[in-house]
Antibody, heavy 120, light 108 residues
């Protein structure tokens, strides 16, 4: 069955960096766009980044553009999110998600989430 | 960015009730609209895609409708397991995917 398992979350100070990883299994990873979506405590969902199946195309929300970098390793079925210059407003649970198609429309599988806390 | 406005923000219903949640887009998004269910402490789960298509494995008491700017999620005969927060999501602009603010469904 499809599984997405995030790791790498934790407590960091403002301005610091963190790298999230997502291990995928149960499907052909290289066939799917992947995305990161986050949820601040007690708040709604915010899409932050997409990466195409080959990794050639990467898209970012304005809130993270220039600070976050999405990448993938299709040989190892892994998705990553490098987060630099973290701010308190980046505090959230970060979900690794699979796009059901190759065109970017619906997120049919989600990981359990990784909590990132940015606080001094 | 396309703004998605859900209403109500919360509701209370009894088991067996018909529950209606609406989602309004700030511009025409055709049928590029999905619905998700999120239970406390869990990841969201896809319920409905393309406004009205039921995701595999989702109970048939869930249905979606609408196009353009106005969309509806209906839960026919609310079950205890349906207590959750529901979110709509538009993908008209793939580079600016946005979610609604959520509707919390509680049991009366």
């Amino acid at each position: 069955q499809v599984q997405l398992v995030e790791s790498g979350g934790g407590l960091v100070k403002p301005g610091e960096s963190l790298r999230l990883s997502c291990a995928a299994s149960g499907f052909i990873f290289s066939d799917h766009y992947m995305a990161w979506i986050r949820q601040a405590p007690g708040k709604g969902l915010e899409w932050i980044s997409y990466i195409s199946s080959s990794g050639s195309y990467r898209y970012y929300a304005d809130s993270v553009k220039g600070r976050f970098t999405i990448s993938r390793d299709n040989a190892n079925n892994s998705l990553y999110l490098q987060m630099n210059s973290l701010r308190p407003e980046d505090t959230a649970v970060y979900f690794c998600t699979r796009d059901a198609t190759s065109g970017g429309d619906r997120f049919d599988y989600w990981g359990q989430g990784a909590l990132v806390t940015v606080s001094s | 960015d396309i703004q998605m406005t859900q209403s109500p923000s919360s509701l209370s219903a009894s088991v067996g009730d018909r529950v209606t949640i609406t989602c309004q887009a700030s511009q025409d998004i055709s049928n590029y609209l999905n619905w998700y269910q999120q239970k406390p402490g869990k990841a969201p789960k896809l319920l409905i895609y393309d406004a009205s298509s039921l995701e595999t494995g989702v109970p048939s008491r869930f249905s979606g409708s609408g196009s353009g700017t106005d969309f509806t999620l209906i839960i026919n005969s609310l079950q205890p397991d349906d207590v959750a927060t529901y979110y709509c999501q538009q993908y008209h602009n793939l580079l600016r995917i946005t979610f609604g603010g959520g509707t919390k469904v509680e049991r009366k």
